[in-house]
């Protein structure tokens, strides 16, 4: 007991920081899917593919067939993409960061089955996937 009081500044600290390395774990970010399996769904069904990087991002290179809309536009600009909330969604960004935050967004919106691409176009370039200009 004494040396939990005599330390009890040193204690606090240990676990404050423990907490702040679980606490993005902790965090529901939605379910992610890796390469693979971004390509299975985008073969095997009506996939809509949500590039939520800015408009420069996505002019320099996406994957096939996605739809641009800025991750800061998405709540307003969500209308557009209503039809597809019984659909694949995939959302995906440079590293994989903005799409988990559009999944949750899309995910509160009602859309039922909703993804973000595990390391973003960066993990698929490296893959060798395709990639549009």
Known sequence: ?????DNIFLIGIALISGGALLFP?????????SQFQAT???NQSK???LDVRNAEEFAAGHLPNAKNIPLADLNN???EIEKSKNTVVITVCAQGVRSANAAALLSKAGF????SLEGG???W???GMPIVK
Do not use: C, D, H, N
């Open 77 to 79: 600009r969500i209308k």
């Open 112 to 115: 039922t089955q909703v993804f």
């Open 121 to 123: 176009t960066e993990a």
């Open 25 to 33: 774990m902790l965090q529901r970010r939605g379910a992610k899917v």
């Open 1 to 5: 007991m004494k040396f939990i009081l």
């Open 47 to 49: 996939t809509l593919v």
């Open 125 to 127: 370039k490296t893959q």
């Open 40 to 42: 299975q769904y985008m």
